[in-house]
């Protein structure tokens, strides 16, 4: 029942089947001219002898070698024939796409020429693309560290005495006398990289660049030795870190900056994700109130991550919308966006916000306490009310500055802006309730992605909710509806459920500072959402 450690193409589809270790290796060479003494499929047979190894060593599946890839600096010597860089990467990608519909997870490509020059960048392609296959490029000769090697390999181009004492060692049989070849010096000084610009044929026309009277097989044997361990010591090394790190780019860096208007949309498009309620307008709103007070966390160029602050005064602040991609959470990003965000309000004297379950260990440890708790309650279609009492009517542009005193009474702290725009971004959702010496209550409310919101709800007493709350659940016309009560508020909770109300989630107000504007809970009906307070 055990398979073979490693198969090849000597095995049968049986055995390949049993093959424990998913893992291919690829020998490929090339087919030039090796001078008058060395076989034009010299760099082949070498790849093929490595490869060979490899594949035993670490129990894999050898593949037939490609004997004919890129030989472009051969070109006039009869013999050398290769392959258009796109035609070899073509070859290599279908290779690839090949063993991946196999399960095959890795490629080894032991590499035998080193004018192979485009499967570099398409090995490069593959992995960047983090398939389920992962290719390996080596090439055999640089894990040589003999020292006969070392001493050929100071004047090693081509069919030289390093190539011509591995010959001896791989393949004696094939290796033609070539004691009578001399070094052939070219007419100007050049250097290996000047392949790029003229042929062998002109920098060195006998077909060979170095001596090969250097050679020996003792010394062909000793850089083959050494080539195998170092070879299979590193493919293996490399196997391990692909197990360890899959990705080819890494993590990336995260950077925070300050939120520009064009990041609204993909900002939105986070909280659309998160499945929270707000719409561009709201996000747009935040912006217009807190310009420059709000960040965004970006990767490679992508939004990921948001965090928003409002000052009000300097007396009282708000931090929310912090929110981070999933995919990207638990390395820390929202801590940076928290720094940053109390950072900016660092002038401020008391720093507010409404924390999740979650969330509320994190800011603690930030110095934030609790206040008080919220329930967010939800309604999936809102019931038909009466029209309400008469004292109750649409609010105008004339109330705003009742409305406005009023707010800083039961909030803490004046929010003009923040009163002037959310009465003209859903006008149809804000009322006024009169009483005898300026107004006992007001509400307002805002459309949401998915629920319609009330919110802020300021009333004298639960009479003056209700009949505020009769009028705004009118003009809600049967919508879905949210509101955010404090949950000090019992009864007016309780009125709320009985009209089919239910409790979604709970959060925690917490500031961070002496907090002497707390404002007055008991008039507090609906808050205006976590993003404003």
């Known amino acids: 029942m055990n398979g073979k450690t490693w198969v090849d193409g000597h095995s049968t589809t049986v055995e390949w089947e049993a093959l ?15 001078g008058p003494h060395l076989p034009v499929a010299l760099d082949t047979i070498q790849a093929e002898y490595f490869a060979r190894v490899t594949a035993r060593e670490i129990g894999g599946a050898l593949l037939p070698a490609l004997p004919v890839c890129q030989c472009f600096e051969h070109s006039g010597f009869r013999g050398s024939i290769g ?26 490509i032991v590499n035998g020429h080193g004018g192979n020059f485009s499967i570099g960048p398409v090995v490069r392609d593959i992995n960047r693309q983090d398939r389920a296959l992962k290719i390996l490029l080596l090439d055999w000769w640089v894990f040589d560290t003999s020292a006969e090697g070392a001493e050929l390999q100071n004047r090693s181009v081509h069919a030289d005495g390093a190539e011509t004492s591995v010959a001896l060692a791989l393949c004696p049989e094939l290796v033609r006398d070539y004691s009578a070849l001399l070094p052939d010096a070219s007419a100007w000084p050049v250097e290996r990289f000047d392949l790029n610009h003229f042929g062998m044929g002109v920098l060195r026309p006998p077909g060979y660049w170095g001596d090969p009277r250097e050679s020996s097989a003792g010394a062909g044997r000793a850089i083959v030795k050494s080539i195998e361990l170092n070879l299979v010591a590193a493919v293996r090394a490399r196997l391990d870190w692909l197990d360890a790190r899959p990705d080819y780019a890494g993590a990336g860096r995260v950077i925070l900056r300050t ?20 719409r561009l307008e709201d996000w747009q709103l935040v912006h217009t109130l807190s310009p420059g007070g ?51 309000l660092a002038a401020c004297e008391t720093v507010k916000l409404d924390a999740t379950p979650a969330g509320r260990e994190v800011y603690r440890k930030l110095g934030f306490v609790d206040e008080y708790e919220v329930s967010r309650l939800m309604i999936s279609s809102i019931p038909s009310m009466p029209s309400g009492e008469a004292r109750i009517r649409p609010m105008t542009e004339a109330d705003l500055s009742a409305v406005v005193e009023l707010d800083a009474r039961v909030f803490g702290v004046p929010r003009d802006d923040l009163m002037d725009r959310l009465q003209k971004m859903a006008p149809e959702y804000a009322f006024v309730a009169e009483g005898p010496q300026g107004l006992d209550g007001f509400c307002l409310g805002r459309h949401g992605a998915n629920f319609e919101y009330l919110g802020p709800m300021t009333a004298k007493d639960g009479t003056v909710a209700r009949a505020l709350a009769g009028a705004v659940f009118g003009a809600f016309r049967g919508r879905a509806a949210l509101i955010d009560v404090p949950a000090a508020q019992q009864e007016w909770q309780d009125w709320l459920k009985a ?32 993003e404003f307070g």
């Open 20 to 34: 424990a270790r998913p893992v291919a290796v690829l020998p490929l060479g090339s087919f030039e001219q090796h």
């Open 83 to 108: 392959l258009r860089p796109e035609t070899a990467m073509a070859v290599i990608r279908d290779l690839a796409d090949s063993l991946e519909g196999q399960h095959f997870k890795r490629l080894v």
């Open 259 to 278: 939120l520009e208007r064009w990041d609204l949309r993909d900002c939105l498009g986070l909280a659309r994700a998160a499945g929270w309620n707000q």
């Open 294 to 344: 709000m960040f965004v966390a970006a990767h490679n160029g992508a939004v990921i991550g948001t965090a928003a602050t409002v000052n009000y005064a300097n007396q009282v602040s708000w931090i929310a919308m912090v929110l981070v991609d999933p995919a990207m959470r638990r390395r820390g990003i929202a801590s940076q966006l928290m720094r940053a965000s109390l950072d900016t």
């Open 499 to 530: 009209l089919g109300f239910s409790e979604q989630r709970t959060f925690v107000r917490m500031f961070k500072g002496p907090n002497r504007f707390p404002g007055c809970l008991g008039s507090i009906f609906g808050i205006a959402g976590p």
